[in-house]
């Protein structure tokens, strides 16, 4: 679990004169889920973007699968970035399309399956990300937040990437839907070997699923360690985000659960 699979160095984005990231370091290791959390503004959703090649930084490096992905010819960086999935915070399906169609898509664009190919994998994925069969062919819009989420899931598995990235998966989940999918999410991970990049403000998710926290703060990651390590790092954001009231209510429930 220590190989490095990303290494983002020296990192800086910036938005006009707003410097969101400054001289930034941070590695994703094989097999592991890294829970990514911070304040407001601080960039979490920035970073995840900066890594997958949707945004280019201002400077630094972002080595992928040991190549620079900021470096690297059209044709390899398209190679490197299909070994990612990608589930944004809100889904971003396609509102036109099916469930099957939406996670079929890829599939057709990107390993050039035939749609009944790509169709008959979609099912699939469908299943593995723990939906019914049936939503496979609904519209986004007749499910709901829970199954969006996981119809999400199954497009950003559909081409069997390396490394999972995702933005806030549980947010707007009611808490046994939360803590169903913080599960799926362990289970895929071991099912298929992937390593996981999770940007999230849930506690019960940090606390019950990452192997790795890092915590974003001044510009830069702060510490990026196991919770214990985090929790007892001297800073005000740590103190009043796992030592407040919900931190506290997190971290008794996965010890009842981890005795």
């Not at 599939?107 to 399956?113: M, T």
Request: a neutral charge; aromatic letters at 6%.
């Amino acid at each position: 679990m220590n190989e490095a699979l990303v290494q983002v160095r020296a990192l800086r984005n910036q938005f006009g004169t707003q410097v969101v990231h400054n001289d930034l370091d941070l590695d994703i290791r094989r097999g592991e889920v890294l829970g990514v959390v911070g304040g407001s503004g601080t960039g979490k959703s920035v970073l995840l973007r900066s890594i997958v090649g949707l945004l280019r930084p201002a400077a630094g490096s972002i080595k992928v699968f040991g190549d620079n992905l900021l470096e690297a010819r059209p044709e390899r960086r398209s190679q490197l970035e299909r070994r990612f999935g990608v589930l944004f915070q809100r889904g971003a399906l396609f509102s036109s399309l099916t469930v099957i169609e939406n996670i079929a898509l890829p599939l057709i664009e990107h390993a050039g399956l035939s749609r009944r190919d790509a169709e008959c994998l979609a099912r699939v994925k469908v299943a593995l990300a723990g939906l019914p069969a049936s939503a496979g062919d609904k519209y986004p819009d007749s499910l709901s937040g829970g199954m969006v989420k996981r119809a999400a899931l199954a497009r950003a598995i559909a081409l069997d990437p390396e490394i999972l990235f995702l933005d806030e998966p549980t947010a707007g989940l009611d808490p046994i839907g939360a803590a169903a999918f913080d599960q799926l999410i362990l289970t895929l991970r071991d099912a298929l070997g992937l390593s996981v990049f999770l940007v999230t403000h849930d506690l019960d998710t940090l606390y019950s699923i990452c192997d790795r926290v890092a915590v974003l703060s001044q510009k830069k990651v702060l510490v990026a360690d196991r919770l214990p390590v985090v929790e007892a790092t001297d800073d005000a954001w740590i103190r009043e985000y796992f030592h407040g009231p919900r931190g506290r209510a997190a971290s008794q429930a996965t010890n009842r659960e981890n005795p």
